[in-house]
C-alpha cells in the first residue's frame, strides 16, 4: 500500500514539472526569433521616433502613436535625449537601438 502511495506521489510530481519543462523548451526555441523582433521594433520605432520628435517638433508621446498596431512595438519603450537630438528605443531585456538627427539628412541610426 506504501508502494502504491508512493509511485502515485512521483507520478503527480512528473505531471507537476512537464509543463514547466514545455513552457521552457518553447521559450529557450523560440527566443533567438523573438529578439530578432525585437532588434527590428525597437530599430524602427527609434528612427521613426526621432524623425518625428525632431524633424517634425512632435511631443514624444504623440509620435509613440505613430506607431500602435505594428507588430512588437506594443514593447517598445522610449526615451529622449534632448541635448543630442536622440532617441532610445528598446524592448526590455532584449533589445536597445538609437537613432540621432545628422543636419542635412535627417535621422541616422546609431551603432549599439
Known amino acids: 500500500m506504501k508502494r502504491d502511495v508512493l509511485n502515485a506521489i512521483r507520478g503527480a510530481r512528473w505531471l507537476l514539472w512537464m509543463p514547466l ?5 518553447y521559450v529557450a526555441i523560440s527566443w533567438s ?4 523582433h525585437a532588434e527590428l521594433a525597437a530599430g524602427l520605432g527609434a528612427r521613426m521616433t526621432c524623425s518625428c520628435r525632431y524633424v517634425e517638433g512632435r511631443a514624444l508621446p504623440d509620435c509613440q502613436g505613430d506607431l500602435a498596431g505594428i507588430d512588437w512595438m506594443a514593447l517598445v519603450r522610449y526615451s529622449d535625449d534632448p541635448e543630442r537630438k536622440r532617441v532610445i528605443a528598446s524592448v526590455p531585456l532584449m ?18
Request: glycine residues 12%; aromatic residues 12%.
Open 21 to 25: 519543462a514545455l513552457i521552457a523548451f
Open 95 to 112: 533589445a536597445q537601438r538609437s537613432a540621432r538627427l545628422k543636419d542635412g539628412f535627417g535621422c541616422l541610426p546609431e551603432r549599439n
Open 33 to 36: 526569433g523573438w529578439q530578432r
